[in-house]
């Protein structure tokens, strides 16, 4: 049988697509395939390009491989470039002196970055930004440099600016419309997304044309723009747009798009009947489409074409969703409001908090027709849902876009979307599909993934994929797996109830009623936690010493080169000049590296395991106590000095703060807990970045719950004004015992009350109107805990098994050979790897 | 050429700490209910820190394993690979119990629990 000789020009992401569809396709036989790739790398994730620089490797970007290629019996030649086409003879030249024949051909050649005809653009230290190649390049000319401009403020100008900014160089961009992603949002977005932006250190410089690029006097070049100004950088990433590589069909005189690219049909079917078209390099109604999923669209289609089956191109939605360094974007359908006649439109815009949101809808404000969104892309997947499945909106449209008051989040759910509903367009994916692929077997996410693919395309998908496959596997009477770990198929809330109702004791008793296997340094630790918040038995007692983490199972917390710190309670920061002058002594004699900490205490650092029972000895018989700084426990209360000494103060801050630390201080949590204390409206503790913060108000204590700082910092909120001391310990107490019962394993109180359903009105009903029954339950166990609290390094000292196992090794009672100091500013450091390399000797301690 | 194979005596019985580690030059964990004993090198090849003995030991898919306390990499108890990174290793060696006295011998190279 004579096969289709078949050739592909362009081993990009469509291309790749378009050959793994027709490999999976039975036809695959009929066809004799070679694939032309001018780059070196076999087809790759270019959607992800730009994580090559937070450490993505090009094998975990690629797509493809040339073994993958061999398997399907299809010939890849990468590293050569199409130099013509022959329609006539049906021919391809390439640049190695080779002429291929076709009887089909498929364009595949994606699009090349343009850039601007300015004289000096290719100076060397002058890129793009579309190929591995390019980002190599841009990596090594970075190496030696300070600075890095980005011409072009669309999408993947900003994607390129936040690459420059992970190279650190001090990075701007240049944009020589009045705002950033002209194409895609309206002036108050670009405005917004400008100061978020400049926010991240990123300098834009909007309305600027660069008319040229010379060299540099201080760096080694210089952008010069219309207005006689000059930018002064060390390179220059051009990023002013993209246009389809078409030259090939243009020298061969195929039909060109008005704005360029090879005019295709619904059948992706060029205006020579043998060769197709299909990605970036296609203009389908004239129109050229920027992105991957109406490429993989077209591929499906192209191939239907070629085995005679009935399929069209009919557009696709340019909607995305993104986040540029760090800042959410979306922009959906007619944002503009300029595409369909007698828009409307709903706005809100939050300065505060840097929020713009934006819909456009009909004239009868019955459709949703555009969106768009800046700061907060939560709001996206509803809306698109409304916009994609032309679905009639609410009553009150505006709560689509409006801050979720607590407890009435505007979400769509899963079950009113039709299952026509498109979950995944880059995979063209519906919910449909994804209920298919459950009754048809699959068992959890990761399964829909495998079989539908969804979500692996740009990724933007994968959140309302998660929430549609739990919801739907809930509906079915399936089990969705939140298993702590292999041993464990249950929640830590689920653990936390067996162990509190059960009254399971260790670990053991617990393995052999509900787990399996031995256990893991996910469930032990989180075991042991849960243990010490019910029963607040001592934790290094023999039924828990296994369980520990690596810093609660030494008391003290684990330094990178294997010793320890030292951190005593300074309540409320406060301290005495003896108990000052007696620290200093320790750290003295012990030889220990001494700093203030951020939690308003003393830490001494560098102490071998060997010499924690000898410094502890020496602190306690001084009066400290252990300041818990190894557990997920109640660590600091911070305070202001507050009445006592401050002219503004209105009530005792310090005082309070010692008494809510000493209260409760050991009781171990989810995660750590953080409090502070502030005497006046003027805030200076801080307590609104704590999970617990007091700040004092002419008639009490206002009271305000789950801030954060850390890798997601959050504002906490107020829960309750004005209360007295005793209501306010009262109020504290049940919404820790609360939170201790129902977090997940290190969820800290900020991400917990924002995942607790109906949120912070519904803590209110539950902690100050009672409304589960629950208060003197939740009352009991503080009492518990407060009642049994101990010094654990008192314990562990007055416990001879216990310290057995504070030594190095059991053969010696030696020191570790293997640590090396350097003396720095008059204190000791750990040797860094070069001067451990140099063994620079050792500092006398 | 072959190591010298001679057991040397590192500790006690008592020095054993059921379910954790304790150090010598080498790491030993002891599981009491399975009667089993296992000893790796303490010195964990990714920060050259000799800490091995204090982290957390348990199983991935039924292979003993111990979670080094910095990091968290977690190495075979039985033949001494690091599971995220199998061509990194701990060395293994053979552990017993003579009476009360605990021993061990290098080098090994498979399996080093002694059920007991
Ligand atoms: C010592 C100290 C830094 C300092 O020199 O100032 C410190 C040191 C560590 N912090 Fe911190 N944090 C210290 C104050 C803070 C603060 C400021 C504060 O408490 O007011 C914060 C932000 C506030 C907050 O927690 O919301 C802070 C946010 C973190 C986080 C991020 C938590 C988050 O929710 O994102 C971690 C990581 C974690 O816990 O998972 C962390 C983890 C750590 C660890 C435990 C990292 C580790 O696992 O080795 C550090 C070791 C402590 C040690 O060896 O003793 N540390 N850390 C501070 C000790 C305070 C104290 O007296 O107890
Ligand atoms: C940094 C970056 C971020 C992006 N982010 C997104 C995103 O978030 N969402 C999204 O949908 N899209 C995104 N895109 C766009 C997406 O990558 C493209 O839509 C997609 O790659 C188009 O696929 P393609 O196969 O048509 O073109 P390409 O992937 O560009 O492949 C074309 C290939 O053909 C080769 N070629 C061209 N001419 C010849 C010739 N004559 N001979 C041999 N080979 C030739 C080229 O070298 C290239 O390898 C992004 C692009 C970039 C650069
Ligand atoms: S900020 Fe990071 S480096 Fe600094 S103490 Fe906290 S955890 Fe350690
Ligand atoms: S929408 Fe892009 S991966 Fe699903």
């Not at chain 1, 841009?138 to 190496?143: L, M, N």
């Not at chain 1, 399929?311 to 959906?332: E, H, Q, R």
């Not at chain 1, 300029?338 to 713009?356: A, C, E, F, M, P």
């Not at chain 1, 409090?675 to 307590?687: D, I, K, L």
Request: proline share 3%.
């Amino acid at each position: 049988m004579n096969k289709l000789n078949l050739v592909v020009i362009g081993n990009g992401m469509v291309g790749h697509h378009f050959l793994e569809q027709l490999a999976a396709s039975p036809n695959a036989h009929a066809f004799q395939v070679t694939v032309i790739g001018e780059e070196n790398y076999c087809a790759y994730d270019r959607v992800h390009l730009s994580e090559y620089f937070q450490g993505k490797s090009s094998d975990e970007l690629a797509l493809g491989s040339a073994k993958q290629y061999k398997d399907w019996g299809f010939k890849l030649h990468l590293g050569v470039k199409a130099t013509a086409i022959e329609p006539c003879s049906r021919k391809v030249q390439l640049d190695d002196g080779t002429e291929l024949s076709y009887d089909k051909l498929i364009l595949a050649t994606g699009s090349y970055p343009f850039v601007p005809p300015i004289e000096g653009s290719t100076l060397e230290h002058c890129f793009t930004y579309r190929t591995l190649t390019d980002l190599d390049a841009i990596c090594s000319s970075a190496k030696t440099a300070n600075t890095g401009v980005v011409i072009g403020g669309g999408l993947l100008g900003l994607e390129a600016a936040k690459a420059l900014c992970d190279l650190d160089l001090d990075t701007f961009v240049v944009e020589h419309s009045p705002r950033l992603m002209n194409a895609q949002i309206d002036q108050e977005g670009g405005e917004l997304l400008q100061e978020k932006i400049e926010a991240l250190g990123v300098q834009v410089l909007t309305q600027r044309a660069a008319l040229r690029v010379t060299e540099g006097l201080g760096a080694r070049l210089c952008v010069e723009f219309a207005d006689g100004k000059k930018l002064e950088t060390d390179l220059i990433v051009f990023s002013a747009g993209i246009r389809p590589r078409d030259e090939l069909p243009r020298a061969a005189g195929l039909l060109l798009g008005e704005r360029g690219g090879v005019a295709v049909d619904n059948h992706c079917q060029s205006s020579d009947p043998q060769i197709l078209a299909i990605g970036e390099a296609a203009a389908w109604n004239n129109c050229c489409f920027g992105l991957v999923a109406p490429g993989y669209q077209m591929a499906k289609v192209a191939l239907a074409n070629l085995i005679g089956e009935e399929l069209a191109f009919t557009g696709a939605d340019m909607s995305t969703k993104l986040k540029l360094l760090g800042v959410d974007v979306g922009a959906i359908g007619d944002t503009q409001g300029n595409q369909n006649v007698g828009t409307k439109i709903y706005r809100y815009l939050d300065q505060i908090s840097q929020h713009y949101r934006k819909m456009v809808v009909s004239a009868d404000g019955q459709r949703l027709l555009g969106a768009i969104l800046v700061g907060d892309n939560s709001y996206y997947d509803t809306l698109m849902q409304y916009y994609r499945n032309g679905l009639d909106l609410p009553v009150h449209p505006e709560s689509l876009i409006l801050p979720s008051q607590s407890g009435s989040s505007p979400l769509l759910g899963m079950a009113a979307l039709p299952d026509s509903a498109i979950i995944c367009s880059c995979h063209n994916v519906s919910k449909g599909d994804i209920v298919d692929c459950l009754q048809g077997g699959c068992a959890s996410v990761a399964e829909v993934i495998e079989l539908s693919r969804a979500s692996t395309g740009c990724g933007g998908c994968s959140s309302q994929l998660k929430s549609l496959v739990e919801q739907q596997m809930a509906a079915m009477g399936m089990a969705v797996s939140s298993a702590l770990c292999e041993h464990f198929a249950y929640t830590r809330q689920e653990l936390e109830h067996m162990i509190r109702t059960e009254n399971i004791l260790n670990f053991n008793q617990l393995l052999e009623r509900h787990g399996q296997g031995m256990g893991c340094d996910i469930c032990k630790p989180t075991a042991a936690n849960i243990f010490a918040s019910v029963q607040n038995d001592f934790v290094l007692s023999a039924d828990h010493l296994g369980l520990q983490d690596t810093n609660d199972a030494f008391l003290a917390n684990m330094q990178k080169d294997g010793t320890y710190s030292v951190m005593p309670r300074i309540a409320g920061g406060e301290i005495t000049p003896e108990m000052l002058i007696l620290l200093g002594k320790v750290a003295r004699d012990f030889g220990l590296y001494s700093k203030i900490t951020g939690g308003q205490r003393i830490d001494l650092f560098g102490a071998e395991l060997s010499q924690l029972p000898a410094i502890w000895q020496r602190l306690i018989e001084a009066g400290f106590e252990t300041g818990q700084a190894y557990g997920k426990s109640v660590r600091t209360v911070k305070s202001c000095v507050g009445s006592a000494w401050c002219r503004y103060g209105v009530q005792d801050s310090v005082r309070l703060a010692i008494d809510l630390e000493n209260r409760y201080k050991g009781i171990r949590a989810p995660h750590k807990l953080k409090f502070a204390v502030s005497g006046c409206t003027r805030e200076c503790a801080e307590a609104q970045s704590k999970d617990f913060g007091v700040i004092a108000t002419e008639k009490g204590w206002n009271l305000y719950v789950a801030g954060n700082g850390g890798m997601r910092p959050r504002h906490a909120d107020l829960f309750a004004k004005d209360l007295d001391t005793d209501s306010l310990i009262r109020t504290i107490d049940r919404i820790m015992i609360f939170y201790i019962r129902t977090a997940g394993r290190l969820e800290r109180t900020a991400r917990w009350l924002e995942s607790l359903e109906g949120g912070l009105e519904y803590l209110r009903k539950v902690i100050l109107h009672d409304s589960l029954g629950l208060n003197a339950d939740l009352d009991q166990q503080m009492a518990h805990l407060v009642a049994s609290y101990q010094c654990e390094w008192q314990t562990t000292l007055n416990n001879p098994e216990s310290l057995k196992r504070f030594r190095q090794t059991i053969n010696s009672v030696g020191d570790d050979p293997q640590l090396l100091y350097v003396s720095e500013r008059g204190q000791k450091r750990p040797a860094n790897a070069q001067e451990r390399a140099q063994q620079i000797p050792l500092v006398s301690v | 050429m072959t190591e010298q194979q001679t057991w040397i005596t590192v500790g006690q019985r008592s020095d054993l700490i059921d379910g954790a580690g304790v150090g010598a030059q080498v790491a030993l964990f002891y599981l009491k209910k399975h009667n089993q004993l296992f000893a790796v090198g303490n010195l964990c090849p990714f920060n050259d820190l000799n800490i091995i003995a204090r982290g957390i030991i348990g199983d991935i898919k039924g292979e003993p394993v111990v979670a080094s306390p910095l990091h968290k990499e977690h190495f075979s108890l039985l033949d001494g690979h690091c599971l995220e990174q199998p061509e990194v290793r701990l060395p293994v060696w053979q552990v017993r119990l003579e009476g009360n006295v605990l021993q061990v011998m290098r080098p090994a190279t498979q399996a080093t629990s002694t059920s007991f």
